[in-house]
């Protein structure tokens, strides 16, 4: 189970940040991402971190204002967004992933094995 928190509404430029905590055992040897779907549109990768945090990538739309990061001490992956943007305005879902590649900037939902409920993200202009 993954259990998001930290959406919420913010103004443009401004900075939130996302958690994501897994009750999962195993959670040190899942790669973790985060997704978002905004209205009307389907869900797409955001962000991703290999299993040891040696291997981090982003979508071009927020590489340089996202950071994502976790602690497999604590279970927890961590999105840190900033410069955020109304067309950053999504329901951001956290997801684990059994396999990823270094240097690969996108994942496809297919490949996610467990889902997050999902948080919002309102940014106003």
């Known amino acids: 189970q993954l259990v998001e928190s930290g959406g919420g509404l913010v103004q443009a430029g401004g900075s939130l940040r996302l958690s994501c905590v897994a009750s999962?055992?195993?959670?040190?040897?899942?790669?973790m991402g985060w997704f978002r779907q905004r209205p009307g549109e389907g869900r797409e990768f955001a962000a991703v971190i290999n299993w040891n945090a040696a291997d981090t990538q982003y979508v071009d739309s927020v590489k340089g204002r996202f950071t994502i990061s976790r602690d497999n001490a604590k279970n927890t992956v961590f999105l840190q967004m900033n410069s955020l943007r109304p067309e950053d305005t999504a329901v951001y879902y956290c997801?684990?992933?059994?396999?990823?590649?270094?240097?690969?900037?996108?994942?496809?939902?297919?490949?996610?094995?467990?889902w997050g409920q999902g948080t919002q993200v309102t940014v106003s202009s």
């Open positions: 999962e055992h195993t959670f040190a040897v899942y790669g």
């Open positions: 997801a684990a992933l059994q396999t990823t590649y270094p240097g690969r900037n996108y994942y496809s939902p297919d490949e996610v094995t467990y």
